[in-house]
């Protein structure tokens, strides 16, 4: 038995669509190379809901995209942990 019609369509057709992502910029202290770039990404990376990082060093800036608002003290203590200290949101 099939889904669709006689006239070609489609009787089950659905649209899922993924939720919007959450852009979060935090400033950051300590970073240098691209070591540092490196650390920052894969620490913050880690953290539930987490969908992609960009490390700017020389700005001192990490953009977070995300599926919901982060919690800045997981932030916090996963940048503490890679070695570096979060300063607070741009």
């Known amino acids: 038995m099939s889904c669709c019609s006689t006239d070609g ?3 089950t057709t659905t ?5 919007a992502a959450v852009t979060t910029v935090f400033t950051v202290a300590g970073m240098t190379c691209g ?3 490196q650390a920052v990404g ?3 990376g880690a953290l ?3 969908r992609a990082v960009r490390v700017d060093v ?6 977070v995209d995300s599926v919901a608002e982060l919690d800045d003290a997981a932030v ?3 940048i503490d942990e890679a070695g570096y ?5 741009a």
């Open 85 to 89: 200290r979060l300063t607070g949101r």
């Open 48 to 50: 539930e809901g987490v």
């Open 35 to 37: 070591h540092c770039e």
């Open 9 to 11: 369509t489609c009787s």
């Open 76 to 78: 916090r203590a996963a």
């Open 58 to 63: 020389q700005a001192g800036l990490v953009s």
């Open 15 to 19: 649209t899922a669509t993924a939720p």
């Open 42 to 44: 894969k620490a913050v």
